[in-house]
């Protein structure tokens, strides 16, 4: 029975790992979404980086949670997607939409090797750096698609 509840879990792993890299090769790129340069109202600018701030926050906790043991590396980078998409919707040019990017794959990677170092430990399943892993290739995508415009 306990080999059964493991094998189950282990399935939900793998498909929280697969929707949330599907969701990352998702995010918007500019020419899905508003054109580049396009200036956003006063009212809406001001939201936008008040959503920003607070998602920097979360994400903050997030890591320092899983640093601790206390928290998931599914939570990590949920927020840092959150970040992500939000500051690509607010940013105004393509090197700015760049930076984001390069600054999302330098955090991806710092996760990867945290999360490398504790299935070592045996402090996170094997999993988690496989998620990290397929995490941060989502970054290395989404640039290399940049870069291609």
């Given at each position: 029975m306990?080999?059964?509840l493991?094998?189950?879990?282990?399935?939900?792993?793998v498909?929280?790992v697969?929707v949330?890299?599907?969701?990352?090769l998702?995010?918007?790129?500019?020419?899905?979404?508003?054109?580049a340069g396009?200036?956003?109202?006063p009212?809406l600018?001001k939201l936008?980086?008040e959503q920003?701030?607070?998602l920097?926050?979360a994400?903050n906790?997030?890591?320092q949670m899983?640093?601790a043991g206390?928290?998931?590396i599914?939570e990590?980078?949920?927020f840092?997607?959150m970040?992500i998409?939000?500051q690509?919707k607010?940013?105004?040019?393509?090197?700015e939409?760049?930076?984001?990017?390069?600054?999302g794959?330098?955090?991806?990677?710092?996760?990867?090797?945290?999360?490398?170092?504790k299935a070592?430990l045996?402090?996170?399943?094997a999993?988690?750096?496989?998620?990290a892993?397929a995490?941060?290739?989502?970054?290395e995508?989404?640039l290399a698609?940049e870069?291609?415009?």
């Amino acid at each position: 029975m306990l080999s059964t509840l493991r094998n189950t879990r282990t399935f939900a792993l793998v498909v929280l790992v697969v929707v949330a890299v599907a969701c990352l090769l998702r995010l918007p790129s500019r020419t899905e979404a508003e054109p580049a340069g396009a200036t956003a109202s006063p009212e809406l600018a001001k939201l936008q980086q008040e959503q920003i701030a607070t998602l920097h926050e979360a994400l903050n906790m997030a890591n320092q949670m899983f640093a601790a043991g206390t928290g998931s590396i599914e939570e990590a980078n949920r927020f840092n997607h959150m970040l992500i998409e939000a500051q690509l919707k607010a940013a105004t040019s393509l090197k700015e939409r760049m930076g984001i990017l390069r600054d999302g794959l330098a955090a991806a990677k710092s996760q990867e090797d945290l999360a490398t170092q504790k299935a070592k430990l045996g402090l996170a399943t094997a999993l988690a750096p496989v998620e990290a892993k397929a995490y941060r290739l989502g970054f290395e995508v989404k640039l290399a698609e940049e870069n291609v415009k």
